[in-house]
């Protein structure tokens, strides 16, 4: 399977405890050359526990209203069990603009 930018996933994301897992969605926020590491923002239901709510939930592939989590990671891309959509143009912006504030970028 082949990821671009902005793409939504399945993939199994472990509890904090590391007891279990459960699949749940994230963004592919980009890819690591010549690893095949994927990284990742996870995305919740929760929306009040998000950095932002999706707008475009439904059009990129998620079954209920969702936000992206203030977190990044990195997974090996063959943890992925599907590719559910891609973010839209307005919130693929939003998440760009976060991402730049998380990582300090205009600074």
């Known amino acids: 399977m082949t990821f671009s930018r902005n793409d939504i996933v399945l993939l199994p994301i472990p509890f904090s405890d590391l007891t279990s897992s459960k ?7 980009g ?3 010549h690893h095949g590491d994927l990284f990742l923002a996870p ?3 929760r929306v009040n526990q998000g950095e932002f709510a999706l707008k475009g939930w439904r059009s990129c592939g998620l079954n209920v209203p ?5 977190q990044l990671a990195t997974v090996e891309s063959k943890l992925v ?4 959509g891609k973010l839209s143009e307005a919130d693929a912006e ?6 730049s504030e998380w990582l300090e970028l205009d600074r």
């Open 43 to 45: 995305i919740t239901s």
């Open 31 to 33: 890819m690591a050359p």
């Open 66 to 70: 969702s936000a992206v989590k203030g």
């Open 81 to 84: 069990r599907k590719n559910v």
């Open 94 to 99: 939003t998440l760009d603009r976060h991402i």
């Open 23 to 29: 699949v749940r969605p994230a963004v592919v926020v």
